[in-house]
């Protein structure tokens, strides 16, 4: 699988306090919704990730009902997040 610059710019450091909106698959829209919802940091995010043990389609489904993310958004996010924690977890 081909991945984005945004997801290999995620994955390339720790996740420090980056915007929700870095995360590969969340763009600005997404990102507003993520945020409004108290989703406001890539760590938020990823704490829901292992809040839902890293299982791919419990967090896609999570995201679609969460933010409204489709197929391949909630896909880019998982995959980001799971590479992300790969490294660094």
Same mark, same amino acid.
């Given at each position: 699988? @081909? @991945? $984005?610059? &945004?997801?290999? =710019? /995620?994955?390339?450091? @720790?996740? !420090?306090? &980056?915007?929700? !909106? $870095? %995360?590969? +698959?969340?763009?600005?829209?997404? +990102? &507003?919704? %993520?945020?409004?919802? +108290?989703?406001?940091?890539?760590?938020?995010?990823? !704490?829901q990730f292992l809040v839902l043990?890293?299982?791919? =389609?419990?967090?896609?489904? #999570?995201?679609? =009902?969460?933010?409204?993310?489709?197929?391949?958004? $909630?896909?880019?996010? /998982? !995959?980001? %997040?799971?590479? #992300?924690? =790969?490294?660094? %977890?």
């Amino acid at each position: 699988m @081909t @991945t $984005s610059q &945004k997801h290999r =710019d /995620f994955v390339a450091e @720790t996740m !420090g306090e &980056k915007p929700v !909106g $870095s %995360l590969a +698959g969340i763009g600005e829209v997404l +990102g &507003k919704k %993520l945020e409004e919802r +108290g989703f406001d940091q890539a760590y938020v995010v990823l !704490g829901q990730f292992l809040v839902l043990q890293k299982d791919e =389609d419990l967090f896609r489904e #999570w995201l679609k =009902d969460t933010c409204g993310a489709n197929a391949k958004q $909630s896909r880019d996010c /998982f !995959g980001c %997040l799971r590479e #992300w924690c =790969d490294a660094f %977890l």
